[in-house]
């Protein structure tokens, strides 16, 4: 069974920073891109970040650049996301996914053939 898991999310002031992980188990996701989304109340979901099956490529919204790093540890199947200075905009349930599709940029949501459940974090003004 395929399984994707986030982990991480929580409460945090504006300025603040918050570690998401995403743990994958059922298959092998060394060679996937991986990316996190994420969705707000009453809006669409929406690309985050990406990064190479290598890690070395990554992808960044414009909104989040410079602010949040996407990393991954293929020897833990894990991806991370370090997310810092954050804004009350940060605000949605963040998803981890994985897509094992040969893709120049990996930004758009149907790339993706697995998802996870998500994790919630609020950033609070």
């Known amino acids: 069974q395929v399984q994707l898991v986030e982990s991480g999310g929580g409460l945090v002031q504006a300025g603040g920073s918050l570690r998401l992980s995403c743990a994958a188990s059922?298959?092998?996701?060394?060679?996937?891109?991986m990316g996190w989304f994420r969705q707000a109340p009453g809006k669409e979901r929406e690309f985050v970040a990406a990064?190479?099956?290598?890690?070395?490529?990554?992808w960044y919204a414009d909104s989040v650049k410079g602010r949040f790093t996407i990393s991954r540890d293929n020897a833990k199947n894990t991806v991370y996301l370090q997310m810092n200075s954050l804004k009350p905009e940060d605000t949605a349930v963040y998803y981890c996914a994985a897509s094992p599709h040969t893709s120049w940029a990996p930004v758009g949501l149907s790339e993706y053939d697995y998802w996870g459940q998500g994790t919630q974090v609020t950033v609070s003004s």
């Open positions: 059922g298959r092998t996701f060394t060679r996937d891109a």
């Open positions: 990064c190479s099956w290598s890690g070395s490529r990554t």
